[in-house]
């Protein structure tokens, strides 16, 4: 090897160990010379989060405290990107503020964290009421709404209902983002993981009665029943307020929905080996 090429390779591994604070920079280098698929919680432009935002989620927020200090890390840059990605927006007397903002990025950055597409690209505007609004589409009060145009719509009210009890199943938050995960991946040209293993769950969940069995057991709620996106809304619901009693009850319902977002709230040391 020439000494140029050495120079060379020795500047550019120099310049990614700089650029790679947010990941474990032995596994992303040796990756990326074996051409090998980096972490998914690679973060290769790493944006830092406010001490004020951190010292909040440390605070408020158990799966932020469940984070190793690296995925905190990625997962702080996350927010800062999904943020960055979003227009949000007040309607009525509702007085949007930064709280509100960090509360609605970190339960989208939450269930998304396990996927590469993180940033829900389908979707552009966030928009906010206090209380329920009247929606064009379903032409009744709603507490939140999720549309093919791009646009995702929350009743405030109920988005600190869902917050106040963390282990009720019940997150509207989390709820509204599955659809829209569900629309960003579906509506993709390219073929993905969570498409293949979307499949997976939904030929499950259709032909094992998995819709009855879940309400009849009273893990889901009943909402659950009105159709498979419904059903799968608030499996994610489930999947992060109640794990230990949705894996209890309907284990591979459960390991399924684990595949599906790649994560596994009751192992989540896991997701350092993704």
Same mark, same amino acid.
């Given at each position: ?40 919680? @690679? ?16 605070? +408020? ?13 990625? @997962? ?56 329920? @609004? ?28 869902? +917050? ?6 019940? +997150? ?54 009105? +159709? ?47």
């Amino acid at each position: 090897m020439s000494e140029q090429l050495t120079l060379l390779l020795i500047s550019i591994v120099s310049v990614m160990f700089i650029m790679l604070r947010s990941v474990d920079l032995s596994k992303a280098l040796i990756n990326i010379i074996t051409f090998k698929q980096l972490p998914i919680y @690679f973060e290769l432009y790493s944006r830092r989060l406010s001490k004020h935002k951190v010292d909040y989620l440390i605070r +408020n927020d158990s799966y932020y405290r469940s984070l190793s200090p690296k995925l905190r890390r990625s @997962f702080n840059s996350r927010i800062k990107k999904f943020i960055a990605s979003k227009h949000f927006v007040s309607r009525g007397d509702f007085i949007l503020n930064q709280e509100v903002i960090l509360i609605l990025a970190t339960a989208a950055v939450k269930i998304s964290f396990g996927l590469k597409d993180y940033l829900f690209s389908h979707f552009h505007t966030i928009i906010i009421y206090s209380d329920e @609004f009247y929606s064009n589409a379903s032409q009744v009060e709603v507490k939140g709404e999720t549309n093919g145009s791009g646009i995702i719509v929350f009743s405030w009210k109920d988005i600190e209902y869902g +917050n106040s009890d963390p282990s009720d199943s019940i +997150n509207l938050a989390y709820h509204e983002f599955a659809h829209a995960l569900f629309v960003t991946n579906l509506m993709s040209p390219y073929e993905n993981d969570f498409k293949e293993h979307y499949r997976e769950w939904l030929m499950y969940v259709k032909y094992n009665s998995q819709l009855k069995e879940a309400t009849q057991k009273h893990i889901f709620r009943d909402y659950a029943a009105v +159709n498979e996106m419904e059903f799968f809304a608030v499996a994610v619901e489930n999947f992060f307020e109640k794990p230990q009693e949705f894996k209890k009850a309907l284990p591979k319902l459960y390991e399924l929905m684990a595949k599906v977002l790649n994560q596994d709230t009751l192992q989540m040391e896991k997701l350092e080996l993704l």
